[in-house]
């Protein structure tokens, strides 16, 4: 009998709260995908005429993904608020104003993939609000440094649909078996192996890139020989680096002064993942994990790797 999502319940301290949050997620994905695959027959493919908080153009599928998103935190019953990528202001759910979490999420990271039927993702992390549960849920409730992260994961909408999560007890991948209509354990405990893989990074931005970055990379390269893989959507680019090793980069760079990514629902959950399978997760002199947020649009600079890749660039 195949492990289901129900696994969870079992894992550490905080599984039996979170499995039923998680499942909701493992909702959300198998619709987003569904509505993936009949975009181009729906004229879904395409700029929705928006632009979201980052001052990006929104896809029609962007919005819709976040709407998705939404509702099936909604019916969970145990989330208060939602702080959204697509949205500029924390979300609060009313009905469920007094319940414990909040969600953090990019509904679908890696959007300019569609135009190319190239893989996109969704990543979330959930943290215990300290707000007082009779009062209205606050932004202040989302600025958690990853230390306090409960729970965080991400969807890979590939050739397969996965969910891979962390209630804080090692990484574990659940596939989307469609003969059973469920997701199923295909993964488990995942470490990410500490030699060979990949470096994954936006190269064309090397001579704009901070902190001599361009020539930390280039050292590196030589002393390690590793080859070099950029899908330019960050769920594959990590989910590789996860299963093959090496490191995913996105530095500051003269455009991007602090950095591309976001902290609170990009940069933050993929490092708690990274660090509960083994490997480093790192700002610029920093640890992800120990950065105190101080908005919920924050974005700082990554590195998410193999101990020895991410100190051969940062040490
Ligand atoms: P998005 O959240 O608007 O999709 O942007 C984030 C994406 C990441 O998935 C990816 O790692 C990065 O942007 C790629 O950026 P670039 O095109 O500059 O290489
Ligand atoms: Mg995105």
């Known amino acids: 009998m195949?492990?289901?999502?129900?696994?969870?319940?079992?894992?550490?301290?905080?599984?039996?709260?979170?499995?039923?949050?998680?499942?909701?997620?493992?909702?959300?994905?198998?619709?987003?995908?569904?509505?993936?695959?009949?975009?181009?027959?729906?004229?879904?493919?395409?700029?929705?005429?928006?632009?979201?908080?980052?001052?990006e153009q929104q896809q029609m599928l962007d919005v819709l993904s976040d709407e998705i998103f939404l509702e099936e935190m909604r019916s969970t019953g145990f989330i208060c608020a939602v702080g959204s990528e697509e949205q500029e202001e924390l979300l609060v759910i009313e009905e469920y104003s007094h319940a414990d979490y909040l969600v953090l999420v990019d509904p679908l990271d890696g959007s300019s993939n569609l135009d190319v039927d190239g893989p996109v993702g969704t990543i979330f992390s959930i943290v215990k609000r300290k707000t007082a549960n009779s009062e209205r849920p606050h932004v202040s409730d989302t600025l958690q440094s990853g230390r306090e992260v409960i729970a965080a994961g991400y969807v890979l909408y590939g050739p397969s649909l996965m969910l891979v999560c962390s209630v804080g007890d090692g990484v574990h991948g659940y596939t989307f078996n469609?003969?059973?209509a469920r997701f199923e354990l295909s993964h488990p405990d995942m470490r990410i192996p500490e030699t060979g893989g990949y470096y994954s990074v936006n190269e064309s931005n090397k001579s704009d890139w901070a902190d001599g970055m361009g020539d930390k990379l280039i050292a590196m390269k030589a002393e390690t020989g590793l080859g070099m893989r950029y899908v330019g959507a960050m769920v594959a680019d990590m989910h590789r680096t996860l299963l093959k090793g090496g490191v995913?980069?996105?530095?500051?760079?003269s455009k991007?002064?602090?950095?591309?990514?976001?902290?609170?629902?990009?940069?933050?959950?993929?490092?708690?993942?990274?660090?509960?399978?083994?490997?480093?997760?790192?700002?610029?002199?920093?640890?992800?994990?120990?950065?105190?947020?101080?908005?919920?649009?924050?974005?700082?600079?990554?590195?998410?790797?193999?101990?020895?890749?991410?100190d051969a660039l940062l040490g």
């Open 178 to 180: 469609p003969a059973v």
């Open 2 to 55: 195949p492990s289901t999502m129900n696994n969870i319940a079992k894992q550490g301290d905080h599984g039996a709260a979170m499995m039923p949050v998680i499942q909701g997620v493992g909702r959300a994905a198998i619709e987003i995908a569904a509505v993936l695959r009949g975009a181009v027959f729906r004229g879904a493919l395409g700029g929705a005429g928006s632009e979201n908080i980052q001052g």
């Open 256 to 310: 991007n002064t602090t950095g591309k990514l976001r902290l609170l629902y990009e940069a933050i959950p993929m490092g708690f993942v990274m660090e509960q399978a083994g490997g480093k997760a790192m700002s610029s002199g920093i640890a992800i994990l120990d950065i105190e947020p101080e908005a919920l649009h924050q974005r700082v600079p990554v590195y998410l790797g193999s101990n020895t890749n991410v």
């Open 248 to 253: 995913f980069l996105y530095p500051a760079d």
